[in-house]
């Protein structure tokens, strides 16, 4: 079926993985509309797919009234040579230090959406894919039965703990207006909780495995947070966060205006990751050390994606050990 997609926040993780996925079906005729304002990306993510003329890429923010209406000027424009039209919302300012920068967050990451919302709607698209966070779990990002579930009460940290919450306030805030415009009968979607994304093209040394790869790059040391001494996460390579996207996007009956997990059970400790990408890097040695500490920060971040498999086909095929290859083969080669 051909569709017309639109993508926000496309050179990012995500967003450009969703363009390799798209584009990758030679014979499909789908068509995207993608923008960024390379806030925490860059061109280089879709270099390569840029001569196809099946994609449009425009620089674009999403907090600019007019540069948001002439991507609508454009959906109008071409939709009816498509079956269905698909907006897909990864615009966000995603990394750990942002999360404190109350106004900025709020502004891409709930007006930000909710106007592309409402954008979508007037267009008349189909469906419409919001990315939210498993950050929203909170104090409560795991449980002894196997992970935490998307109908689970969470417990959130607020402003007498920390700021960094503000992130997480701000995505839950969008799941709601996600399911509110599904209720209402205005257009298909639901809300996705990814965990802790990684990609081997990230450029931007915040997250924990572009930061403690350069790190090691740089002279064989890193010096990790104070919680990293006990916390464990599970990574997600973006080939199965865009996976996730493009199976609940093809998935009419899971679009209920619900919130899906998608993660991995691969649990590792933050220092058994440093460990073994100095291992895979060669480094027989390494120095880690220890500064600072981050206040609400969850020891633990299991998510059940029962929800997913069982409504989708969905299950994520990268394991940690070949992405790590690929991301410290792909650092190292800069
Ligand atoms: N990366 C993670 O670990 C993670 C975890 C949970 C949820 N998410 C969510 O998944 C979605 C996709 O994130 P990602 O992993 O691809 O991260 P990412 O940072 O790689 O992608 C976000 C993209 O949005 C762009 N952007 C930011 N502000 C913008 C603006 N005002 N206008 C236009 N573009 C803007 C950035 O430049 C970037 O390319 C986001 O909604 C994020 O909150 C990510």
Redesign the pocket.
Known sequence: MNKLYVI??V?????NELVHQILEKKADESHIIG???????SLETIENCLSDKRLEFYE????NAEQMSRIEDRVNEIKEGFEETVYI??????HTEHFYHVHETFE?NVL?MKSFLEQAIRAGAKKYIN?????VYSMNSWNENGGVKESDYITLADAEHSQRTSYAVG?LLTEFFMKDAVESGQILGCSIR????YSKNERYPK?IIPFIINSFREDGRVVLLENSRKNKRTFLHNYD?CSAVLALAGTESALDGSIYNVATDEEISIIDLAKLCAEKMGIREPVITFSGYRESDPERRLLSTEKIRERTNWKPVMDLDRGLDECIESYLAD
Do not use: R
Not at 11 to 15: A, C, L, P
Not at 89 to 94: Q, S, T
Not at 131 to 135: L, M, P, V, Y
């Open positions: 926000s926040g050179t990012g993780m995500t967003g923008f960024d304002n390379f806030y925490a990306s674009y923010d999403i907090n919302n990864c615009a966000a300012v995603v891409t930000g990315c939210s966070t498993s950050e995505k990814f965990a802790n994304v997250h966060s």
